[in-house]
Nanobody, 121 residues
Framework: QLVESGGGLVQPGGSLTLSCVTSGFTLDYYTIAWFHQAPGQRREGVAFITSSDGGSYYTDAVKGRFTISKDIAQNTIYLQMNRLKAEDTGVYYC????????????????WGRGTQVTVSS
């Protein structure tokens, strides 16, 4: 199970930290990804952190602004979002998979319900 939190309303240029609490599986063995779904758009991966070496990967749209990290002791994945833009608005989901590591939504079998992020002045 994955449960996201931390969303909210923030002004452009502001910051938010999203959390994804995991349960029911060993976090060490799973790649965890964050996805963004803007209103009326399909769900797109923005960052993921691998199980093998803990390497982190970002799409160009968020590189340098977002940071994904994990706390194994807390079974939690974080997404630190800085310098937020209006186009970052949408629902953010975390997803997990034990075998694949990519930005593709089809590669992930376990999903949370999402948390809403709104960037607006």
């Amino acid at each position: 199970q994955l449960v996201e939190s931390g969303g909210g309303l923030v002004q452009p240029g502001g910051s938010l930290t999203l959390s994804c609490v995991t349960s029911g599986f060993t976090l060490d063995y799973y790649t965890i990804a964050w996805f963004h779904q803007a209103p009326g758009q399909r769900r797109e991966g923005v960052a993921f952190i691998t199980s093998s070496d803990g390497g982190s990967y970002y799409t160009d749209a968020v590189k340098g602004r977002f940071t994904i990290s994990k706390d194994i002791a807390q079974n939690t994945i974080y997404l630190q979002m800085n310098r937020l833009k209006a186009e970052d608005t949408g629902v953010y989901y975390c997803a997990a998979d034990p075998f694949r590591a990519s930005f593709g939504a089809r590669d992930y079998d376990v999903w949370g319900r999402g948390t809403q992020v709104t960037v607006s002045s």
